[in-house]
Nanobody, 119 residues
Framework: QVRLVESGGDSVQAGRSLRLSCTAS????????TEWYRQVQGKEREWVAA???????SYADSVKGRFTISQDRRRKTVYLQMNSLKPEDTAMYVC?????????????WGQGTQVTVSS
């Protein structure tokens, strides 16, 4: 079983930076990919970025060039470095992972961390 805990959310002004963390407990070697999503109340959840077990990364167009996803396997943590923040980045940021490398289906989600960007 995997449990995810996000941290690093805060209220900041536009143009500033934040680094979010998604720390896992349990077996993380089975994860094929960890993703960040964000959600604003009343809107659909939006995919933000992903990092694979081979360190390949991908980003939504809305954050490309501003956000960077990375991982520290020793710390079992995936980071989302967010630069040049905009008010439209305001959302609850949630991470998700899987255990597909061990043949287990099902996603594991964290509870989220709130990011608020003011103009």
């Amino acid at each position: 079983q995997v449990r995810l805990v996000e941290s690093g959310g805060d209220s900041v002004q536009a143009g500033r930076s934040l680094r979010l963390s998604c720390t896992a407990s349990g077996t993380t070697s089975c994860s094929s990919e960890t993703e960040w999503y964000r959600q604003v109340q009343g809107k659909e959840r939006e995919w933000v970025a992903a990092i694979g077990s081979d360190d390949t990364t991908s980003y939504a167009d809305s954050v490309k060039g501003r956000f960077t996803i990375s991982q520290d396997r020793r710390r079992k943590t995936v980071y989302l470095q967010m630069n040049s923040l905009k008010p439209e980045d305001t959302a609850m940021y949630v991470c998700k992972t899987d255990q597909l490398l061990c043949g287990k289906v099902g996603d594991h989600w964290g509870q989220g961390t709130q990011v608020t960007v003011s103009s």
